[in-house]
């Protein structure tokens, strides 16, 4: 029987980091029937310079056996506020997964997995994935949920998993707490916004084992 493995990536919300820095993240939501995967379903939020990390890592751990899909150019000109380009990225980014899901090489990388399925930050992904932590790769995405968390103590105690993002460049870094979201006042874009969720599943097989 063919295994499926369905993702979408929608909700584009606009985040703040202080007064002058703002970004947008996205849900990436994850339904599947596959050994290939722990969990079955999943949400976690990413944003674009995380999306950036993954085809990096995904590209060097393949040791160049792979040929990986682009994701949607960087844009100078990205508007915050434009919710065409919001819309185009997010599409871009969809179709990103969609096609690297269809490699069974590539779904044996515990970063892939913990990418798609756990709250940890790029370099906790990383410190996870190479054993340099306390919890394996299993338990990260068992015991993910969309609460935020922001230090190694947090995690332990309540066996949760942080998330936060980096900055838009592929230059990855230790990531900065997220403060709360910045509003979208603008009428026409909250209404763009609501169409963007309604993205196409597509079917995908897997034939590799689970993480």
Not at 36 to 63: D, G
Not at 125 to 134: F, L, P, S, V, W
Request: overall charge negative; glycine content about 2%.
């Amino acid at each position: 029987m063919q295994q499926v493995v369905s993702v979408w990536v929608r909700d584009p919300r606009i985040r703040k980091n202080d007064f002058w820095h703002a970004y947008i993240d996205y849900e990436i939501s994850l339904h599947t029937d596959s050994v290939c995967f722990t969990k079955k379903i999943s949400s976690v939020r990413r944003r674009y310079s995380e999306f950036i990390w993954l085809r990096q890592k995904l590209q060097a751990n393949s040791m160049l056996m792979v040929q990986l899909p682009e994701l949607p150019p960087k844009n100078p000109f990205f508007s915050l506020n434009n919710a065409q380009q919001i819309t185009e990225r997010m599409k871009g980014l969809q179709k990103f997964l969609e096609q690297i899901l269809q490699n069974p090489l590539l779904l044996s990388d515990s970063c892939l997995h913990l990418f798609l399925q756990s709250q940890l930050s790029v370099s906790k992904i990383q410190a996870c994935a190479e054993g340099r932590t306390q919890y394996s790769v299993a338990q990260a995405v068992q015991r993910s949920s969309l609460r935020r968390f922001h230090s190694e103590e947090d995690l332990q105690k309540d066996l949760s998993i942080s998330c936060d993002s980096d900055s838009d460049s592929s230059e990855c870094r230790d990531p900065e707490p997220r403060s709360e979201d910045l509003a979208i006042n603008k009428a026409e874009s909250t209404a763009s916004f609501d169409l963007v969720g309604t993205s196409q599943e597509e079917n995908l097989s897997c034939s590799s084992g689970s993480t």
